[in-house]
């Protein structure tokens, strides 16, 4: 008996001799042909599925993700498409500057899953009030997202810091190995980006934040006070280039009367730091001996910085609120300031060195850059210039660091006390800005 196994397509019966050959051939010719018929008709059903997808007639039951997975996959999705490029305009950095802020928070992103933590819940609330949302409901998954990945960043963060804490009770100064100060970096990037997370989004925790940055720093220098020869060893604590001008850039901008390097105990060096180096651009302003009997040293027509350039616009302008920083945390006048002290210092430097390190190609670098991003762009806000100086961009590898520390921890000295008394006569950021453009503005 033969009997057809496809049950869905019907059963053939039929009996078969054993002693017949004849039936037996037609037994296993039928069930050949039938198989074909099988396989083939499997196939074509399996292109009708593809072509026309079944439909299904009943309503199906759909369990909606949470709102804040929801938010998530929003943050993905502008992550991805590098969205958070724009964002560097809050800070009031031009969106075109390249490397920009968010392009080097993004990087240091893959470090450590709380920096990545960090990073999306600064991309989910700028969203917010950026007004990347249409309607209400959306809004609230933002929310739900940015808070949640803050709690995530807050415990990865707690984690890596009691790891590191460990590690220095465990081991003695003497059994540590070099290759561990990379994890010292990521710790403070840690605290470093949830202190700007923070200052923007959650600013009465902030405190915290900068005692933490400063503690870490100071953490391989115990007993540290600022001075001529502390600083340069502070300054070269951070190896990172991306994280070194995060790290200056946002100390330089902040508007708040802390600081993330600097204590107290450094106030009354800095302030006669100041008072030196104004001492220095009065003497060099006043200066009008020439010497002539060398052929060869003709005296220079050509201003520092000509007053025509991009450049000089940028730092001579009125300082005030920069439209796109929305949050009003960083101060103009502030990073105005300090761009030109530190210009004013590498032409000082340069001069006492008697090996011009600040040649005019130095400058001609800087205001190219600033032209890249068009006039516009450029003179929107004085951040740009802070930005490209915080990169090195139009500075001396020599005492570059230290010079930008140095100049960081003048601005730190000008929050605390904006009016401070010099030779009998007080000075505040206008009067120090005229006598920085006044120098940068004469030949040398």
Known sequence: MVKSTHQPYGEDLFFVSERCPAEKKKARAHLAHRGIRSRIRSQKELQQHHRHPVIQTSIPIVIGEPPFLQGISTVEQLVSTQIYASMASTWGVSPAMCPGPTHLTYHLSHGTAALASIFRANVAFHCIDLHIWTTVEERRKLQLTALTYRGEAIGFARTELLRLLAWHTDTGPENRLTNTIPDWEIS???VLRLLQLDYRFARDGVYSHFVACRRLLRSHLPGFRAS???????ATTIRNPNLHHLTITFECAHSTPDSVI?????LDFFTQSLFHLIDRIAASSTATTIDTSDPRLTPSIVPRIPPGTLLWRSLAK?????????YGDVSEALVQLGSMLVLCSAFLDSSAADRPSVPQPCIEDLESSLRALGEREALTSALNVSWLLGGGKGLPQRNQRETLWLVSGILYALRVSPMLEWDGVGIDGKTIKMRCLDFLGRPG
């Open 318 to 326: 009125d300082p005030g609120s920069v439209a796109s920083n929305i």
């Open 188 to 190: 403070f990037t840690i």
């Open 262 to 266: 600097w204590d107290t105990v450094d």
């Open 228 to 234: 001529e020869d502390s600083i340069p060893a502070l």
